[in-house]
Nanobody, 126 residues
Framework: QVQLVESGGGLVQSGGSLRLSCSAS????????IGWFRQAPGKEREGVSC????????HVANSVKGRFTISRDNAKNTVYLEINSLKPEDTAVYYC???????????????????WGQGTQVTVSS
């Protein structure tokens, strides 16, 4: 079964850190660009970071720059999103997505992604 599974979310205090994981089953992530998106209640889905298939480029949204870091370990078929200095406004469901036709110029948009995970909840208390 082809699927993406996010993990690592939870309830943390403001200023804390989390590392989210996006693992694939049924296919290998090597050839896929990966994006991390989040959606807070009542808000549109927002792209926060993306990485090309072999990590040649990464992008981080301006709104989270300096606090979010994306990385990938193709040997483990997993992509990570490290989040530091968490703020209450980071509270959202975080999704990862994979696509073969993901381009640097649009990777923070939900364009070209073929597979999506079910999301992991991140809640930041003040």
């Amino acid at each position: 079964q082809v699927q993406l599974v996010e993990s690592g979310g939870g309830l943390v205090q403001s200023g804390g850190s989390l590392r989210l994981s996006c693992s694939a089953s049924g296919f290998t992530l090597d050839d896929y660009g990966i994006g991390w998106f989040r959606q807070a209640p009542g808000k549109e889905r927002e792209g926060v970071s993306c990485i090309s298939s072999f990590g040649r480029y990464t992008h981080v949204a301006n709104s989270v720059k300096g606090r979010f870091t994306i990385s990938r370990d193709n040997a483990k078929n997993t992509v990570y999103l490290e989040i530091n200095s968490l703020k209450p406004e980071d509270t959202a469901v975080y999704y990862c997505a994979a696509g073969r036709r993901v381009f640097a110029s649009t990777c923070l948009l939900p364009i070209g992604y073929h597979y999506w995970g079910q999301g992991t909840q991140v809640t930041v208390s003040s």
